[in-house]
């Protein structure tokens, strides 16, 4: 770990989700397991999803899956964010553990991702019960990629730009300024070379489990390299209070706006 700051200096710990905190496939992916097997997604959603990636090809084929997200167009968000259709992150132990540090030390801890907000957000609610086990309170700041939705059913188009490659450095530096933070104290961790913008916004940059482009641009700039390979052990079956019914519900579209932030987003086009 870092030296301490500077008494008075504000600092923030960036971290990617998929693959960085999370192991891999994606909160998305999954995700989208769940609904195709409930049968939830048409058709017509793989047309739309289709049509839209090879309008987006120009800008490069990562890029056309991010800004894409015809696949969902017509699901009623509410529905979507189920309990029972979010899927379960899995935290790295040792991520946990860092977490726990940067909470200890008096930073703010940010989750900057390209996943879907309302996945983001779910995501920082387990990570605050897993800390809170560790009697750590802590409010984690979300940055996530958002949906358009019209009469609380999701469009297939994103909100402003997904938050992916120098997207999130733009996040951090944003960040920067209106938490009035000192970005070459912050830290930010990150898997993929898509997050090299990210980390190189601020002064401790970690690459976790890092893709081999992004072990040479750390290799280049000196930054740490670390491994983590340990999910955090989940509680063995029926050890835990079951949820009730009612905490299984689906939420209310007005529920959904309040929780992403995206009340703004019901009448957009």
Not at 72 to 93: D, I, N, Q, S
Request: aromatic fraction near 8%; charge should be positive.
């Amino acid at each position: 770990m870092s030296k301490s700051p500077a008494r008075g200096v504000k600092v923030a710990a960036f971290f990617d989700l998929d693959g960085t905190l999370l192991p891999e496939p994606s909160l998305e992916r999954r995700f989208h397991r769940v609904l195709r097997y409930r049968r939830e997604i048409g058709f017509w959603n793989y047309v739309r999803w289709f049509s839209e990636a090879l309008r987006l090809l120009p800008r490069g084929v990562v890029r056309s899956f991010e800004e894409n997200k015809m696949y969902l167009r017509g699901v009623a968000c509410a529905r979507g964010c189920e309990r029972g259709r979010l899927p379960r992150p899995e935290f790295f132990e040792q991520g946990v553990q860092h977490v726990a540090w940067h909470v200890r030390s008096g930073h703010e801890v940010v989750l900057v991702s390209g996943t879907l907000d309302f996945l983001a957000a779910h995501a920082a609610e387990r990570l605050q019960a897993r800390l809170a086990k560790l009697g750590i309170s802590v409010v984690v700041h979300v940055r996530a990629t958002q949906l358009r939705a019209k009469d609380c059913f999701w469009t297939g188009s994103v909100a402003g730009p997904a938050v992916f490659g120098r997207e999130k450095g733009r996040v951090v530096e944003r960040l920067a300024a209106e938490m009035e933070l000192d970005l070459e104290n912050c830290f930010a961790y990150g898997n993929s070379a898509h997050d090299r913008w990210m980390l190189g916004a601020v002064g401790n940059a970690v690459a976790v489990n890092p893709s081999m482009e992004l072990q040479n641009i750390a290799e280049l700039l000196g930054w740490r390299v670390v491994r983590w390979d340990g999910a955090a052990r989940r509680p063995p079956a029926g050890s835990g209070r079951k949820e009730s019914r009612t905490a299984m519900a689906a939420p209310s579209c007005r529920d959904w706006k309040r929780r992403t932030g995206n009340a703004d987003l019901e009448n957009a086009g």
